[in-house]
């Protein structure tokens, strides 16, 4: 039982390019989110999908795009990274949506730097 | 005020020591709120969920203060493995979403 895994774990790219971070959860979850850290900043939710089938933008969605491709997988996708965008990303997951009742269990990270 | 706080901290306390820290929110209507840790360059995961009456797990007890908006985590007999950062979590928009604070660094010294 992997719980949530992500790739990758780093990743550096140039102003303007393009990439897609990866998420995938084995616990059988409805509810899938994806979160920026900075420091000072706490963790910011960028988007969440609810349910299969479902997706919306959470407090920090510019510049990115979410894609929820089965129950068990949820990817991110900066289309033109910004120096901005640097920062570590995490994947979570719940069992149901509710933000009040729900543990989310969060994957190990992509640090992302952007130059 | 924003909607959760808290001291960045560090707080640096001996081994054996008992350590409290607050987390102050904003959202009155607020009923259960969360203690994650997240160790050093780790992913955050839960500690404790704490409701109307506190919850208690072994050394670590979080306690809500409903009037005046805050919940509280106290460590007692602090390890060298406590050291890590332990976010507060609070939920939002109608309790459908759940806003970190920033995290309160614990250092635990021999």
């Known amino acids: 039982n992997a719980g949530v895994t992500q790739t990758p774990k780093f990743q550096v790219l140039k102003t303007g390019q393009s990439m897609t971070l990866q998420c995938a959860q084995d616990?059988?979850?409805?509810?899938m989110y994806w979160y920026r850290q900075d420091p000072g900043m706490g963790l910011r939710l960028i988007y969440y999908?609810?349910?299969?089938?479902?997706?919306d933008k959470g407090e920090v969605p510019n510049g990115y795009n979410v894609s929820r491709l089965n129950k068990r997988e949820f990817s991110l996708r900066l289309e033109s990274a910004a120096p901005s965008q640097t920062s570590v990303y995490f994947c979570?997951?719940?069992?149901?949506?509710?933000?009040?009742?729900?543990?989310?269990?969060f994957g190990p990270g992509t640090r992302l730097t952007v130059t | 005020r924003k909607e959760v706080e808290q001291d960045p901290g560090p707080f640096n306390v001996p081994e054996g020591a008992t350590v409290a820290f607050n987390c102050t929110y904003s959202?009155?209507?607020?009923?259960?709120f969360f203690w994650y840790r997240q160790d050093c360059r780790k992913e955050p995961k839960l500690l404790m969920s704490v409701y109307s009456s506190g919850n208690e797990d072994g050394r670590f007890t979080a306690q809500l203060n409903r009037a005046s908006q805050y919940i509280s985590l106290l460590i007692r007999d602090s390890k060298l493995s406590d050291s890590a950062t332990y976010l507060c979590v609070v939920p939002s928009g109608g309790y459908q979403k759940v806003t970190f604070g920033i995290g309160t660094k614990l250092q635990v010294i021999p």
């Open positions: 999908s609810a349910s299969e089938g479902t997706t």
């Open positions: 979570a997951s719940s069992e149901k949506f509710g933000g009040a009742s729900y543990e989310q269990y």
């Open positions: 959202n009155s209507a607020s009923q259960s």
């Open positions: 616990m059988n979850h409805n509810s």
